[in-house]
């Protein structure tokens, strides 16, 4: 039996309410990934993440150049997995690493100094830019969605 790799998701805070609640149950995922370095390294983090993941959901946190692989560990085996990465730059990664990706849904970037607020909800710089338009040039389909109840919308119209 194989995972199926249900919702890709760029969120800079990765797991919190609307994931845990609103993306899970719609997406009826099985296992959380969480794919970031930073994370992966700090037990404290990964301590944290471990906690705010819902009661019965698995949850695997590792490298982001791991991402491509953890389809294949036991533990997701057969599980439809929510897969979270921080940052475009980071699914970039992912993705030259082996990881296979149709669509990607962004649903937060904070602001911060340099960056352009696109979306109540997404800021964005002439890098994060570059690895959107990197990943459609893989054919990756891009779209902000905050919500699962809100309307999607095209990265493409922003960049």
């Known amino acids: 039996m194989t995972s199926q790799l249900g919702l890709v998701r760029i969120d800079d805070r990765l797991i919190h309410g609307q994931v845990a609640i609103g993306w899970v149950k719609t997406m009826k995922s099985q296992h959380?990934?969480?794919?970031?370095?930073?994370?992966?390294?700090?037990?404290m983090q990964v301590c944290l993440?471990?906690?705010a993941t819902p009661p019965g959901l698995g949850i695997t946190i590792c490298p982001v150049a791991e991402a491509g692989l953890v389809g294949s560990r036991e533990e997701v085996n057969g599980k439809r997995i929510l897969m979270l990465f921080s940052s475009p730059g980071?699914?970039?990664?992912?993705?030259?690493?082996g990881l296979f990706l149709k669509e990607l849904n962004i649903g937060g970037l904070r602001y911060s100094p340099g960056k352009k607020q696109i979306t109540k909800a997404?800021?964005?710089?002439?890098?994060?830019?570059?690895?959107?338009?990197?990943?459609?040039?893989?054919?990756?389909?891009?779209?902000?969605?905050?919500l699962p109840t809100d309307e999607p919308v095209d990265i493409r119209k922003y960049i």
């Open 32 to 43: 959380l990934v969480v794919a970031n370095d930073a994370v992966a390294e700090d037990p």
């Open 49 to 51: 993440m471990e906690m």
């Open 90 to 97: 980071d699914v970039c990664r992912a993705v030259e690493n």
């Open 122 to 146: 997404v800021a964005i710089d002439e890098h994060d830019a570059e690895h959107f338009r990197k990943l459609l040039g893989y054919k990756v389909k891009i779209q902000i969605q905050m």
